[in-house]
């Protein structure tokens, strides 16, 4: 099947700082590629479409200044969590359709000291 | 919104035995996944459904979605250890559309 990679798979920042995650599609393009964030012991929650070339789309109380979205090409997609905090440590997750199978990242676990 | 119910929250069985886990909506789905997540891990898909009343087997496992394409259950005969997890549910309204993800199952299996 399809391969997602995520990167870093694991990052520890301090407070006030951003981090920058990567999900890339490794043997097929994706126009759109999605983010969740996962808390311990829950489900995912959907955060954002990556549109490649055109804005994000973000799901009801997701704050777009504070998780930057950009898909410049398409097999890459970046989120880009700005002036970190705490309760920002989370597991996120990208996916991406290729033949009509969302194939997902391996995550990464962003944990804000 | 779409909301997607699963039953039980958790479940600790011992090995040998059987379980069902239910996912439920109000919503119609074109199609509903299930995966299975391991701790650190993104989900893995274990099947796609998208008749209403199909039923579809994967080794012990057995998932069927229903009629009105609102609910599925996935069915495991003789768990074993390697099916600890958490299973999550997804429906999707078709094609590219975002998929709304289940509340989840975490499941242990006992030795």
């Known amino acids: 099947g399809a391969v997602v990679s995520q990167h870093p798979s694991w990052v520890i920042c301090k407070s006030g700082t951003s981090v920058k995650i990567e999900c890339r599609s490794l043997?097929?393009?994706?126009?759109?590629m999605f983010w969740y964030r996962q808390f311990p012991k829950q489900s995912l929650m959907l955060m954002a479409t990556?549109?490649?070339?055109?804005?994000?789309?973000?799901e009801q109380g997701v704050e777009k200044d504070k998780f930057l979205i950009n898909h410049a090409s398409l097999t890459l997609s970046t989120l880009t969590v700005t002036s970190a905090h705490p309760e920002d440590s989370s597991f996120y997750i990208c996916?991406?359709?290729?033949?009509?199978?969302?194939?997902f990242g391996p995550g990464t676990r962003l944990t804000v000291l | 919104t779409q909301l997607l119910e699963q039953s039980p929250q958790f479940l600790s069985i011992q090995e040998g035995e059987n379980l069902t886990v239910y996912c439920n909506s109000s919503s119609v789905f074109s199609s509903l996944q299930w995966y299975r997540q391991e701790p650190g891990e993104g989900p893995v898909l274990l099947v796609t459904v998208v008749t209403g009343g199909e039923v579809k087997k994967l080794k012990r496992l057995t998932f069927q979605f229903g009629d009105a394409r609102k609910d599925s259950s996935l069915h495991i005969t003789a768990a074993q250890p390697g099916d600890t997890g958490l299973y999550l549910c997804?429906?999707?309204?078709?094609?590219?559309?975002?998929?709304?993800f289940g509340t989840g199952t975490k499941l242990q299996v006992i030795p």
């Open positions: 996916s991406a359709f290729s033949a009509d199978t969302q194939y």
């Open positions: 043997d097929f393009q994706a126009t759109t």
């Open positions: 997804a429906g999707s309204s078709g094609g590219y559309q975002k998929v709304t």
């Open positions: 990556s549109n490649e070339g055109s804005k994000a789309t973000y």
